[in-house]
């Protein structure tokens, strides 16, 4: 009973930012509890070949090209996969980006506005568009990929930008929450610590860095892609069916010092 409730047979998900990195381990997540997976991202050949390497293992996916701050974008993935498919079962919102060390007071508008746009308007939109389908629908499941940095201010890096935007992400799902729950659409977000991605691997470089991010860390470590992957999959599931407007750390322990 209680492991058949992870299960995702027969639904269709959209994970936006899934070519890499998180966004690909939590697509991999949902093909493996058998959901049938509509990856999107903004890099067309990064995204081919994630879609080839999980279709290879016969998972049943698909790819759509989508920057989340293209308003007119976001309504064509969205009516291209309901004309496929015919609802939306599943939307993870995992598309973001960060642009660091920008002190606040010689921050541009450009630099403030680039994150903005794709953390927090990006999710908005994508919520609307699946969510108004959703609703129809009559139920769905909506998971964002939030931050410990809504919740904290990173150090040693200035990124206030960033910050502010997972804090809106964070306290949109709560709102979105609200405002569906009646009508069968729960909103929940995961708020990861630092991840070991590509990206990040120079911290390993970095004294300084080290020392706030890892030995900040009650864990001592960063965390896993399949460590977000599987929080969200949870959040995804009928597991978690009395859960919305939830803001899930997976931090490691960072948030407790």
């Known amino acids: 009973m209680y492991l058949d409730k992870f299960r995702l047979d027969g ?3 959209v994970v936006t930012g899934a070519a890499r ?7 991999d997540a949902l093909t493996q509890a058998g959901a049938r997976v509509v990856l999107t991202d903004m890099d067309q050949g990064a995204l081919d070949e994630a879609v080839s390497k999980l279709a290879a293992t016969g998972a049943q996916v698909e790819g759509e090209r989508l ?12 009516d291209a996969v309901i ?9 993870v919102n995992n598309a973001g980006i960060a ?14 506005g680039r994150v903005i746009d ?31 940095s809504g919740f904290i201010v990173n150090r040693p890096q200035e990124q206030a930008n960033y910050n502010a935007s997972k804090a809106g992400v964070h306290h949109l799902t709560r709102s979105l929450a609200a405002e569906w729950g009646a009508r069968g659409v729960r909103v929940n977000a995961v708020a990861p610590t630092y991840i070991d991605t590509e990206m990040n691997k120079y911290v390993y470089e970095d004294e300084e860095m080290y020392r706030h991010w890892v030995g900040g860390t009650p ?3 960063l965390g896993r892609v399949d460590e977000v992957a599987s929080v969200v999959l949870f959040l995804a599931s009928e597991a978690a069916s ?3 407007g939830s803001i899930v750390l997976a931090d490691g322990g960072y948030v407790c010092w």
């Open 242 to 244: 009395l859960m919305t």
């Open 118 to 148: 794709v953390n927090l308007n990006g999710v908005f939109r994508c919520c609307r568009a699946f969510g108004k389908s959703m609703l129809a629908h009559g139920g769905g499941s909506i998971v964002n990929v939030g931050s410990m």
């Open 11 to 13: 639904k269709l998900a």
């Open 21 to 27: 990195g998180i966004g690909y381990a939590i697509a």
């Open 219 to 221: 864990m001592n470590r």
């Open 67 to 78: 920057d989340v701050t293209d308003v007119a974008a976001v309504q064509r993935v969205h």
């Open 83 to 91: 004309a496929r498919h015919g609802r939306v079962d599943v939307l």
């Open 99 to 112: 642009i660091s060390n920008h002190p606040a007071e010689t921050m541009t508008d450009e630099v403030w």
